[in-house]
């Protein structure tokens, strides 16, 4: 990829307040993200926020920035999208805070920050204002990302305590394909089924659920910690039980294979681009469709139920007939997944 830049890596005096750093923000960042709340380059954004509002924020540390299917930038709006999304909110603004360490290459933060525009196309946010920083080389490793999102609510009312008996659980996707990859990626490990992070933007796919009379009671991107971590906090806060059948839990023959390998379970590893939802299970089918057919979700399954007893815990019902309790993953997995 050729720099459009007057330099090949970023030099302290991007981060300088001077010249140089004008023409980064200038033909890198506001080129890529051009809108009409950005250029009137203010201290501040302006916004106009209508009804009850969704907001957060998320800082990206992934390593190495670019991976099967992905990179940091992608990531980076992704995960600040998604996170609106399972509150059933529309993504509408971002900002964009970026700590870029002294000699990174040039044509790598052009690649990163048009695989970023690319991804907002997606979802139809705008990053409105941002800030950058140069620190000297080995005070960072690489890039830094960190992004703010605010969404308007379409759906209000969804949450992690709003789990009820007789609920459906189901997974949008196959899990664990992020984790996955970033483990692929940093053991040099080469499959030929080209094994890729599911690392994508959910909006699309969240909208169509919510444009039909669902009662989704709630709904959670598994990222750290993967399906594990979001169904024992889901059960810890509703305080119910969660049954999950292990034979419809969808996982790919690479993501078992490296599982196998490291002595990882695929329930333990994060996803990017796959999200966890309940509603009452007489809706569950009706769902399922949905995202199959509209929300490009062909992998989407209907995993388990929720009961009563013994509540806060989450079982996992085993193809050979055996039940065991489903906990939240312990010690450190994999670091700086995102």
């Known amino acids: 990829m050729e720099s459009s830049m007057s330099t090949n890596s970023i030099q302290l005096a991007h981060g300088g307040g001077g010249l140089e750093m004008n023409k980064l923000i200038r033909n890198l960042f506001f080129k890529a993200f051009d809108n009409c709340i950005l250029r009137n380059e203010e201290d501040a954004a302006l916004l106009n926020l209508q009804g009850p509002t969704a907001f957060t924020t998320d800082s990206f ?174 059960a810890a806060a509703s305080d119910v039980m969660i049954e999950v059948d292990e034979a419809a839990v969808p996982v790919s023959d690479e993501v078992k294979g490296l599982c196998e390998l490291y002595g990882f379970e695929a329930t333990d590893l994060a996803n990017e681009g796959t999200f966890v939802m309940a509603l009452p299970a007489a809706q569950a089918e009706g769902a399922l469709e949905v995202l199959k057919r509209f929300g490009h979700c062909e992998h989407a399954a209907i995993i388990g139920r929720v009961g009563e007893s013994p509540a806060g815990r989450v079982i996992l019902h085993t193809p050979w007939g055996s039940n065991r309790y489903l906990d939240l993953p312990a010690g450190e997995l994999l670091p700086r997944i995102c």
């Open 61 to 234: 540390t992934v390593s190495p920035l670019f991976f099967a299917g992905g990179d940091i930038g992608k990531l980076a709006i992704a995960g600040t999208v998604n996170d609106l999304a399972m509150m059933g909110a529309e993504p509408q603004y971002l900002s964009l805070g970026v700590i870029i360490e002294e000699g990174f290459p040039m044509a790598s933060l052009e690649a990163i920050v048009a695989s970023m525009a690319s991804e907002l196309k997606k979802c139809g946010a705008k990053i409105v204002c941002g800030d950058t920083k140069v620190v000297p080389k080995g005070c960072a490793d690489g890039l830094f990302l960190n992004t703010t999102g605010v969404g308007r609510i379409v759906k209000p009312g969804l949450s992690a305590k709003n789990l009820r008996a007789g609920d459906a659980i189901l997974v949008s996707g196959d899990i664990g394909r992020h984790g996955a990859a970033i483990l692929m990626a940093r053991e040099g490990l080469e499959l030929e089924s080209g094994l890729e992070s599911d690392c994508a933007t959910l909006w699309s796919s969240v909208e169509q659920l919510l444009v039909h009379p669902f009662d989704i009671h709630a709904m959670r991107d598994a990222t750290r910690g993967g399906l594990a971590a979001v169904l024992n906090e889901w």
